[in-house]
């Protein structure tokens, strides 16, 4: 649903001015019952071209690895059957967010649906169909991880496997599109002078950086969430609402989603790719060196104190 | 007798089958099932009390603030915290607009496009139907959905996404917008009111919420260009006021908390005899006899939830709330009947809660919350905090409720030492789509679908579309 805000006339349109045929979506299209029945069972006996399966949704094992905790409605058989029986027949197969990619939130303890991702489970890949799946195009299971991914990701991906533009090149070592895992969260951060100087909030809406105290992993997620507005110019951090690294494997496992949890009062996880001896020798030097502005806005719901450059004096 | 199963039923949220047992081309019973379980109840048993602020609202990627909301409410009840007035304003101002967007997307995208179905075709407004309102190619959705998206931009300014933030705290929002903010916001909302005047309505917002009796529709119906009144002319021709009645009584738990109390009130509506009044919201069962779990208490705030495939009898992983032992109907109905809207009163003492009640009252609903929008965005006081700071949460059982587009959700939970020790989730189509109880008695699109007469077309009998679209369902939520 979260692609239906795509394009300045709609994603419909914006789908047909690439020729792509939407061949049936479960909350879009008018065939419905029988009709739809009718249309899996033309793509699964090879008679209609698939060119891509989209699933989104973890896929459920359980119970008993019948899959029956989420039969697809009319045709008495389990999403995990019909995941198995469609995607051997699909050009490319993309899982659109991090359930169908990963697992996802159902796949948090105690598991209680045994779920996984299409072609992982957690870290690990498996999954529904298997570490040696490959579409019929070459390619393993494309994962627009993400919970919710934004709907650039998903078209941008669709489109760029449409024209022939995506490769295995592509893909991240978990299979996520690097049109968005190239990057990390935190990139273009709106609180990024509060992150160089670790001037750090302490209480929900405070302007400071939100690493050290309030549970942010946008230095270890990836995603070019703050390089493109999502609803027109938002991401989580902007609105003060913490990373949870939703297009991680794995993301649900955390506990106490807005603390940071610390040792000897450093952060646990630090940034990915930092050294923890120079993340801690720069954060205490950093800190020393915070404007007051910086500092003082970085508790506070509201700027409290403007920047006044030197550079700007006015002249007399 | 014969036993028709008509699924996928798509064009609603989430995972639906119905089944009709039809004699001599009538209804006779219907059982609506929800098949898919995910277990979010045991996901947040043991965690940290505020996960459920991250977690809840992945229950479902239409519903997510509302989700949000009635967790974070839940969160308040066990804390002594007074919510920031500019928090409880910016929460209904992203609220709303998460409820117009799916009020809308039911209409363009759900709904309309049944009537340009071929089975319409010898209609006299058929081929006009098909031009604008078809699936995915109609001319309508060209502009309907830039709208939507254009509206959910209010998300990205309040909230910093949507679905699925953080943003939604028990003392307000976690984003203070600044002047900047604030007006951004507002020519969000123009611009929103435009296409609601130019394209849904064809008339000013004013206009449409001053209709007060079915005449008034009527007229309007012949009068105005709209979307709106090219529905109405069509519901005319196919009787829609006489499809689909429900179980006639109306629940609303109060919607859109602000400094002042809640925008429309709570009640519980008898349509049949026109009373109203407080809704025994501490009178609320849920009865397993029919869905795929195992006993459990009946009373939500000590229930669990764990599943049962082979549960003799079960059709659904959905139990059956009921309310003071009834069956009832919640939704954009409910709410502005139980509110006195003067067309809503009207259009229920003329033939009850139908389909044409329902997307009556959810449009009517849309211009009633854009202009809600637009007085709370004027009540944002500059400067003052949007968010109160947590307080230790008590122990205990606590229960919140909000109104999701839907209608009626809540959230009951138990906190022991800031742990999650009990969580139970009723949702609005967990109401209007249960399944049967232990007396057999049926839940309300059950009870909406019996006595239909599908003739000779079965399960393709377009009446079945419309009755059951006209709830707007949300799948996912259900049974979660």
Redesign the interface.
């Known amino acids: ?2 692609a ?10 914006e789908l047909r001015g690439f020729g792509i045929r ?1 061949l049936w ?10 009709e ?2 009718a249309i899996l069972a033309r793509v699964e006996s090879g008679e209609e071209r698939l060119g891509a399966l989209c699933i989104e ?2 896929i ?1 094992h359980g ?1 008993e690895g ?1 899959g ?8 008495g058989r389990s999403m995990l059957d019909w995941a198995r029986a469609l995607a051997p027949r699909a050009d490319y197969c993309v899982a659109v967010g991090s359930c169908a990619a990963f697992g ?3 796949a ?3 598991d ?2 045994d ?1 996984s991702g299409l072609q992982y489970s957690g870290v690990d890949m498996g999954g529904a169909l298997g570490p040696d799946y490959r579409s019929v195009k070459g390619l393993p299971v494309v994962n627009v991880s993400g ?2 991914p934004h709907p650039g990701w998903i078209m941008e991906t669709l489109l760029a496997l449409s024209l022939g533009r995506f490769t295995q090149a592509d893909m991240d070592d978990y299979g996520r599109p690097r049109i968005f895992a190239d990057h990390l969260a935190h990139h273009g951060c709106s609180r990024n002078e509060f992150y160089e100087f670790k001037a750090s909030a302490e ?3 405070e302007r400071g950086c939100l690493m050290e105290h309030l549970g942010c992993k946008a230095t270890q997620a990836v995603g070019d ?1 703050n390089q493109r ?14 990373c ?1 690294a ?1 297009t991680s494997p794995g993301f ?1 496992a ?6 940071t949890p610390k040792i000897g009062g450093i952060p646990v996880g630090l940034p990915l790719d930092m050294p923890k001896a120079w993340f801690v020798a720069l954060a205490a030097l950093s800190k020393s060196a915070t404007p007051k502005r910086v500092r003082e806005n970085a508790r506070s ?3 409290v104190r403007a920047p006044t450059p030197g550079a700007e004096k006015k002249k007399p | 007798m014969s036993r028709i ?9 989430g ?3 119905v089944t009709l047992d039809v004699e001599n081309g009538v209804v006779r019973e219907a059982r609506v ?1 929800a ?6 109840e ?2 947040l048993l043991g ?2 009390a ?2 459920a ?3 809840a609202p ?1 229950i479902c ?2 519903c997510s603030v509302s989700q949000s909301l009635a967790a974070a409410a839940v969160l308040r009840a066990a804390q002594p915290i007074a919510p920031a007035p500019n928090g409880l304003l910016a929460t209904n101002i992203a609220h709303a607009a998460e409820n117009i967007a799916d009020h809308l ?1 039911h209409f363009y ?2 709904f309309m ?1 049944d009537f ?2 071929a089975a319409y075709a010898g209609r006299p407004w058929h081929a006009a139907a098909e031009a604008r309102f ?4 109609g001319a309508a ?2 502009e ?3 709208a ?3 509206l ?16 939604f ?1 028990a ?6 917008l ?1 002047l900047g903010d604030e007006m ?1 916001l507002r020519a ?1 909302l123009a611009d929103f009111r435009g296409f609601l005047e130019r394209t849904l309505f064809a008339a000013p917002l004013e206009a449409v919420t001053a209709l007060s009796t079915i005449e008034e529709l009527d007229r309007f119906a012949d009068s105005a260009a709209g979307d709106f009144a090219a529905f109405l002319r069509i519901a005319r021709d196919l009787r829609l006021e006489e499809m689909g009645r429900g179980p006639g009584l109306l629940l609303s738990s109060g919607a859109y908390f602000g400094p002042e109390g809640h925008r429309f009130p709570a009640g519980l509506l008898d349509t049949k005899t026109g009373g109203l009044r407080e809704p025994p919201l501490d009178h609320i069962e849920e009865d397993v006899s029919h869905a795929y779990m195992r006993d459990t208490a009946a009373d939500p705030a000590l229930s669990d939830t764990l ?1 049962d ?1 082979h549960r003799e009898g079960a059709y659904s ?1 959905a139990k059956a709330p009921r309310l003071e032992g009834r069956a009832v109907e919640v939704g954009a109905l409910a709410r502005q009947a139980v509110a006195g809207h003067p067309l809503i009163r009207d259009l229920l003492a003329g033939g009850g809660s139908t389909v044409l009640a329902r997307i009556v009252a959810r449009v009517l609903e849309i211009a009633l919350l854009a202009q809600a929008m637009e007085d709370w965005t004027r009540a944002l006081a500059p ?1 003052e ?3 109160a ?2 307080a230790p949460l008590a122990d205990g059982a606590f229960v919140g409720f909000v109104e999701a587009a839907r209608g009626t959700l809540g959230h009951w939970a138990s906190f022991r030492d800031g742990q999650i020790e009990r969580y139970q989730i009723i949702a609005p189509t967990t109401w209007n789509f249960s399944p049967r109880d232990a007396a057999g008695a049926p839940g309300p699109l059950e009870q909406a679908l019996a006595g239909l007469c599908v003739g000779e077309d079965g ?2 009998n377009v009446a079945v ?1 419309h009755i059951v679209r006209s709830f707007d369902p949300c799948m996912v939520c259900t049974a979660h």
């Open positions: 649903m979260a239906l805000e795509r394009g300045a006339s709609g994603w419909f349109e939407l979506h479960p909350s879009v299209s008018e065939e419905t019952g029988e739809a029945r949704g973890s459920l119970p019948t029956l905790f989420n039969k697809l409605s009319g045709t996802g939130v159902p948090g303890a105690p209680p649906t779920a919970c919710a209480d929900v809406s969430c507005a999502w609803n027109g110019g938002g991401s989580c951090t902007q609105a003060g609402s913490t949870i939703c649900e955390t506990r106490g989603f807005h603390r719901d509201h700027v | 199963i008509v699924g996928p039923f798509n064009r609603v949220e995972d639906l089958e099932s098949s898919l379980y995910r277990g979010f045991q996901l965690r940290p505020a996960d602020l991250a977690i992945r990627g239409i997307t995208v759900f496009p340009a179905r078809k699936a995915v190619s959705l060209r309907a959905l830039p939507r998206a254009r959910l931009e209010t998300m990205g300014l309040i909230a910093g996404k949507w679905p699925h933030s953080l943003a705290r003392g307000g929002v976690t984003r203070a600044a951004r969000l599943p495939i992983f400067s905090p949007y968010c700071p947590d399960a393709t579309q």
